[in-house]
């Protein structure tokens, strides 16, 4: 069976699309290693939390009038809920993600498996990257960045996919070691960012292409809160990321604050979560 996938059908900022985005359920969820500087694996974590508020995120997805795909959770990949790394989809193919620490490199092939059988064009990785973790799409151009997870020949590997524009960003704030934690996409021209998460060519690059950008406060950024899903108009943001949701409204854009918690233990938020699936 061929995978139905979105769309983007923007014709203005500010419209809402109906994404198809694919997540798994935090059922083995836990802190049991520590490989950025969120997760702390002496402190107690509650998995049944975990799944309580995914579920919330899952439910304001299902409501907003999204398909959501689910993944099979695998014992022992306690990350695998984190479903934006475990690939990058569009056009129809799908490049998979070859993941830097070895605590989560299975997740790849796991990742990739369930693409092919939603009958995409599965493309193997030959340089280490993290899928949407460090891949957004912003109208026709790729943002992607390096610095902790993925490679920079990466860069090239994907623009050699999709022959679209990919612009190299540089990620220099260990906290925010992924582009989605530390830019968000709001909509085909519109982005928000953090600037300390980056270095000096990576934002005279930012400001000169999205002079317009929302630029975020460090007091939401440490709640993850550019880490965020949109579909043009509703944006699905981080409960406590207030300035940002009033940023947000005062654009005319929709902000919708979730609870994922106990899922920012391991250094994850709502982008996180989500992989979106594009034809």
């Given amino acids: 069976m061929t995978l139905e996938t979105s769309v983007n059908t923007h014709t203005h900022p500010g419209q809402a699309t109906r994404p198809t985005v694919l997540m798994c359920r935090p059922e083995h969820f836990t802190v049991s ?3 950025n500087p969120w997760m702390h694996p002496e402190d107690p974590t509650d998995t049944s ?10 439910n304001t997805y299902v409501d907003l009038g999204f398909t959501v795909h689910l993944i099979e959770s695998i014992p022992g990949l306690p990350d695998m809920v984190y479903a934006a790394n475990g690939g990058f989809v569009l056009d129809g193919i799908a490049y998979g993600a070859q993941f830097h620490y070895p605590e989560r490199q299975p997740e790849g092939p796991a990742y990739m498996e369930w693409f092919r059988a939603q009958g995409l064009d599965v493309r193997e990785p030959e340089s280490t990257n993290e899928g949407e973790g460090d891949f957004l799409l912003v109208g026709d151009t790729i943002l992607a960045a ?3 997870r993925s490679d920079t020949s990466s860069h090239q590997e994907i623009a050699n996919i999709y022959s679209r524009e990919v612009v190299s960003l540089q990620l ?13 996409v709001i909509d085909e021209t519109t982005i928000a960012y953090l600037p300390s998460a980056f270095d000096e060519a990576s934002l005279s690059i930012l400001r000169e292409r999205y002079p317009e950008a929302i630029i975020a ?5 440490a709640f993850l809160g550019l880490n965020s899903f949109s579909d ?11 300035t940002f949701a009033r940023d947000l409204a005062d654009r005319g854009y929709n902000p919708i604050g979730v609870d ?9 938020g709502v982008k996180c979560c989500t992989l979106e699936l594009r034809a």
């Fill in 33 to 35: 290693y520590r490989i």
């Fill in 49 to 58: 939390l975990a799944v309580k508020q995914w579920t919330t995120l899952y």
């Fill in 146 to 148: 390096s610095g902790f």
């Fill in 172 to 184: 220099v704030n260990p906290s925010y070691y992924h582009l989605d934690t530390a830019l968000a």
């Fill in 217 to 221: 406060t460090e007091e939401d950024a």
């Fill in 232 to 242: 043009g108009h509703n944006v699905v943001i981080a409960e406590r990321a207030t």
């Fill in 260 to 268: 994922l918690s106990e899922l920012l233990l391991g250094g994850g």
